[in-house]
């Protein structure tokens, strides 16, 4: 079996991981918001979660020469680390910020909203390409994508019943740094095992 068949085999643990990390992520932006600015706001995690997800999916419709073939698999690799590089970055971007006050400044609650789309975008990307570029295995993968999200739900009870809200985040981004684990070679792979080792860290 060659190197691009054993990857393709670890695809389906892959898509799993980045499935229940962008649910789990989206419920716990709404508890995190919910608790640092008014809570009607917290609505806007869904809102942010739909767009940026659509974005991605945008991109690999508008770009489909960006995805070769030869170099899908590690492609999606840097996918699902950059989902969760910036899905930590978002939220330390905003507990680091003051609660907004759209009476005297918006724009750290703008800054908020356009932080949190952004790694839901990387997980659109890895999404659509997932159940549009491997047709023969889209029921397998389709039901895998279920799975995640479905226990992406369940493990969103558990790690606030441990942790706070940031902490139950940074647990979710390493989760979504293991995907990448799967994916990727060489020093990129590296990068990614370390990613993941300081994200687990940091819970």
Same mark, same amino acid.
């Given at each position: ?34 608790? /640092? ?16 997800? /659509? ?18 698999? *590690? ?24 609660? *907004? ?10 800054? /908020? ?21 491997? *047709? ?11 799975? %995640?999200?479905?226990? %992406? ?11 706070? %809200? ?36 940091? /819970?």
């Amino acid at each position: 079996m060659n190197s691009a068949s054993r990857k393709e085999r670890k695809l389906p643990g892959a898509l799993f991981l980045v499935a229940l990390a962008t649910v789990m992520f989206e419920v716990l932006l709404t508890r995190v918001f919910s608790l /640092t600015m008014w809570y009607h706001f917290a609505f806007m995690a869904i809102s942010m979660a739909m767009f940026g997800m /659509t974005v991605g999916a945008l991109v690999v419709f508008l770009r489909p020469k960006a995805w070769r073939q030869e170099t899908l698999l *590690p492609a999606m690799g840097s996918s699902a680390l950059l989902f969760a590089i910036s899905m930590a970055a978002a939220i330390l971007l905003h507990i680091s910020m003051l609660v *907004p006050n759209p009476s005297v400044d918006a724009w750290p609650m703008i800054w /908020t909203f356009a932080g949190a789309a952004v790694p839901f975008a990387f997980s659109g990307i890895f999404v659509c390409l997932a159940l549009t570029r491997f *047709p023969s295995r889209i029921g397998q993968l389709y039901a895998v994508d279920l799975a %995640g999200a479905a226990t %992406g739900c369940l493990c969103v009870i558990a790690s606030l019943y441990w942790l706070d %809200g940031v902490g139950a985040v940074l647990c979710c981004a390493a989760l979504a740094a293991l995907a990448g684990v799967l994916l990727l070679r060489g020093m990129e792979k590296v990068v990614a095992v370390l990613v993941t080792a300081t994200l687990a860290g940091a /819970t």
